[in-house]
């Protein structure tokens, strides 16, 4: 059996099945924008490995600070431990994260953050006197991860339905109809911790923009109501929309702020949950006053130090302006699938660009687009897409435009047998 085969027959995929996998791609290594397959063809990651690789691939100077950090110190538990590299991000961090959010979680991937999020809202609630309050408000059209909570905290109706037995019960409001939220906390308000949702851009699931005000009115909303507002910045945060975080667009602070995906600038896995002061003096007055979360590689070193070095790559990087010229050559290479009988919409917004379609094309199509421009999509639902990795330059973009272009164009596939998730 060769490698692909065992691949085929062995391992799961992410949103696959095992037993009629579709195909993968063996890959040999990775720089900057491009992927080098084991048959030496080159693909253009348009999808950043799922959104993480804000610097480019196997960057350089993340690479050698992972190398020097492993020569030293590659893991040591958390517990009764720190380190420099922890000491260090945790630092660089906060001097990005928005006024006032300077308490620090970190977690191993990004659902484990939005978990811990919803651990502190409750932790928070309960040392505040209202241990009933256990419950959140989320978005519909959201996406907060793949774990129990996160699954929960994500689109009632979307790809994890399956799970609802397993899954804790929260509360959804519209994003476009502020109204929902007032009446759903209202009805709700005794069990009512905090309200999370993915400033501005709903990522994973709807792939859809909403308007900053609605977030002025959720700060007013929570401070009235003595909710906590958690902003979930793994997907929009590291300039994907524009800003530095997506809370911007709306000048909003929240009490909680998770972050991960490219705050190791795609290295390693690694996420924080940020909390104000006054969460985290609230939860250390209750009992128990320790907060209670500790995963095992918790601030891995190794981890850490890639994240420290990605953090001084954001600072020292004017990725303001690359965002820029990256949104206005989406915006023109993007227009014209506009005109595309199969096309339903065109969103650009920061260093994201989505087509969305009627139907998405047969999978053939979608192969022989990918291997025809050299340029890696990940198309799911009804949305063909690109959120390039920060660095991608007018070349790279045009690239990934005339992809999208070409694949919007192919003749649109059956709709997916029911309950299916498309991607
Ligand atoms: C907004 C948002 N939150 C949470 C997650 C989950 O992060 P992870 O896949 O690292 O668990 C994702 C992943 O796509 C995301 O987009």
Aim: aromatic fraction near 8%.
């Amino acid at each position: 059996m060769n490698s692909l085969e065992f691949d085929r027959r062995h391992i799961w995929h992410p949103y696959a099945s095992i037993g009629n996998p579709p195909p993968v791609r063996l890959v040999k290594s990775a720089r900057g924008t491009e992927l080098t397959l084991a048959d030496g063809r080159t693909l253009t990651d348009a999808v950043s490995s799922w959104w993480c690789v804000a610097h480019g691939h196997n960057h350089p100077a993340i690479v050698e600070a992972i190398r020097r950090q492993s020569e030293t110190l590659s893991h040591v538990m958390f517990g009764g431990f720190t380190h420099a590299p922890a000491i260090e991000l945790a630092q660089a961090l906060t001097a990005l994260t928005p006024p006032g959010l300077d308490r620090v979680f970190f977690a191993d991937s990004g659902s484990i953050s939005v978990e811990v999020a919803a651990k502190m809202a409750v932790q928070y609630q309960h040392a505040r006197g209202f241990p009933k309050k256990g419950k959140l408000l989320a978005l519909k059209g959201g996406y907060h991860g793949d774990t129990c909570c996160a699954m929960a905290l994500s689109d009632p109706d979307g790809m994890h339905t399956l799970f609802r037995p397993i899954m804790p019960q929260h509360y959804f409001a519209d994003p476009y109809d502020f109204n929902t939220v007032i009446e759903t906390v209202e009805r709700h308000e005794d069990e009512m911790a905090a309200v999370i949702c993915e400033p501005v851009f709903q990522a994973a699931n709807a792939m859809r923009f909403y308007d900053p005000d609605y977030l002025r009115k959720l700060r007013a909303f929570c401070d009235a109501q003595g909710l906590l507002l958690i902003f979930d910045e793994i997907a929009a945060g590291f300039y994907r929309t524009g800003p530095l975080w997506a809370g911007a667009w709306a000048e909003v602070v929240p009490d909680i702020q998770c972050v991960g995906k490219a705050l190791t600038g795609g290295h390693l896995t690694l996420a924080a949950t940020v909390a104000s002061a006054p969460v985290a003096e609230t939860i250390s007055g209750g009992s128990p006053s320790a907060f209670m979360h500790g995963p095992t590689y918790m601030a891995n070193p190794l981890a850490c130090a890639a994240g420290v070095a990605s953090l001084k790559l954001f600072a020292e990087t004017d990725y303001g302006a690359k965002v820029k010229r990256i949104e206005g050559e989406l915006a023109a290479g993007l227009a014209p699938c506009r005109a595309l009988p199969n096309v339903k919409d065109v969103r650009v917004k920061g260093a994201v660009g989505i087509v969305e379609v009627g139907q998405m094309p047969v999978r053939a199509d979608i192969e022989r687009v990918i291997d025809a421009h050299g340029v890696w999509l990940r198309p799911f639902c009804n949305f063909i897409y690109t959120m390039p990795p920060l660095v991608a330059d007018t070349a790279t973009i045009a690239r990934i435009c005339g992809a999208i272009r070409d694949l919007a164009a192919s003749e649109p596939g059956p709709p997916p047998p029911d309950g299916d998730f498309h991607e």
